[in-house]
């Protein structure tokens, strides 16, 4: 096991039994004209996640630890769009509306893909997910249960939104999770502090908060 000091306590870890899963680091949150743009949002504060996001990735891939991608989006008809969902945001760009990189949250579109500098590889499985967390209607749980993964390290956007939903699904499975805080990023600054500050509360009531630092730091020190 390794050790990454964390709040509100060390994070415990064996890398054979954890995975990294990076949420939604897609062109449609981080760039302009996506589906994070057409909500309101300024996407540029989505790019302080992309390097530490990289950080994480890399140090997974040097201790061979299972990575995941997770992408949010919906089928070319929308079938699988709750029509609540579509319904929400602004009236004149919409999930499944054209847009500068394709129709909005829609799989196979260029908003649809991960940032280039965050792309998977050979592999790593994508996990494509019509919802905000990452276990609702995906093949996550059996994919992890089969591995024998216990622990996950969470990265990604955004923190309140898909990071801590996909958190919340996790600990409710049983996964202990481990959020590195500083690949993860907000439209909402205040809202990625409170949402850090929620996970750790009350002894770490739905897991624990460490960066990336803190992770390649154990990491390296494991394999020294
Ligand atoms: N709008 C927002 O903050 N997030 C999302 O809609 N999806 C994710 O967080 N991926």
Redesign the pocket.
């Known amino acids: 096991m390794i050790e990454i000091p964390a709040d509100p306590s060390a994070f415990a870890f064996d890398p054979a039994r954890t995975a990294l899963v990076v949420?939604?680091m897609?062109r449609d949150?981080l760039e302009p004209g996506g589906?994070?743009a057409a909500?309101g949002?300024d996407v540029s504060l989505l790019a302080a996640a992309i390097g530490p996001c990289r950080v994480a990735i890399d140090a997974a891939r040097a201790a061979g630890m299972l990575v995941i991608h997770t992408r949010?989006g919906h089928r070319p008809d929308l079938s699988d769009a709750p029509p609540a969902k579509i319904a929400r945001g602004a009236p004149s760009r919409r999930i499944g509306d054209p847009g500068p990189m394709g129709r909005i949250l829609v799989r196979g579109e260029a908003g649809h893909e991960i940032v280039a500098a965050l792309a998977p590889i050979a592999g790593e499985p994508v996990i494509d997910k019509p919802g905000?967390g990452a276990f609702y209607a995906t093949e996550l749980e059996p994919m992890l249960r089969h591995r024998g993964i216990e622990a996950l390290l969470i990265a990604?956007?955004?923190t309140?939104?898909?990071?801590h939903?996909t958190l919340r699904e996790a600990n409710d499975r049983g996964f202990r999770c481990a959020v590195l805080g500083d690949a993860c990023a907000?439209?909402f600054p205040e809202f990625h502090a409170a949402a850090l500050a929620m996970v750790s509360a009350q002894g770490g009531i739905f897991g624990w908060v460490t960066d990336t630092a803190r992770l390649t730091a154990a990491l390296e020190g494991d394999r020294a």
């Open positions: 949420i939604d897609q949150f589906f994070g909500l949002n949010e905000k990604g956007v955004t309140e939104v898909c990071v939903t907000s439209y």
